[in-house]
């Protein structure tokens, strides 16, 4: 199985910063696409940043500019900057990654416990 545990949220005020940071463990054969996603109260879920293997990278426009997305493939950990934060941006934030417990198996979402992020205007 694959366990995904994200950190780094907090309180910041409107123009801070904070750095997410989501590490995976267990037994798998590929960690795959990494990605991040957040829920603020009575929405859904939104994809916020995503990242492949090899880099590519997307995002939402609404944090296009003030978000980046990174990963180190050695240590299976996928890391969100926040600049320029926004009290719109006020959300759980959840990474997910896509992993392959074996070679010939499927890839299957894994989701992290989710880490608040509240930005006070």
């Known amino acids: 199985q694959v366990q995904l545990v994200d950190s780094g949220g907090g309180l910041v005020q409107a123009g801070g910063s904070l750095r997410l940071s989501c590490a995976a463990s267990g037994r798998f054969f590929s960690i795959n696409d990494m990605g991040w996603y957040r829920q603020a109260p009575g929405k859904q879920r939104e994809l916020v940043a995503g990242i492949t293997t090899g880099g590519s990278t997307n995002y939402v426009d609404s944090v296009k500019g003030r978000f980046t997305i990174s990963r180190d493939n050695t240590k299976n950990t996928v890391y969100l900057q926040m600049n320029s934060l926004k009290p719109e941006d006020t959300a759980v934030y959840y990474c997910?990654?896509?992993?392959?417990?074996?070679?010939?198996?499927?890839?299957?979402?894994?989701w992290g416990q989710g880490t608040q992020v509240s930005v006070s205007s």
């Open positions: 997910h990654a896509e992993a392959k417990l074996y070679s010939w198996s499927s890839r299957n979402w894994y």
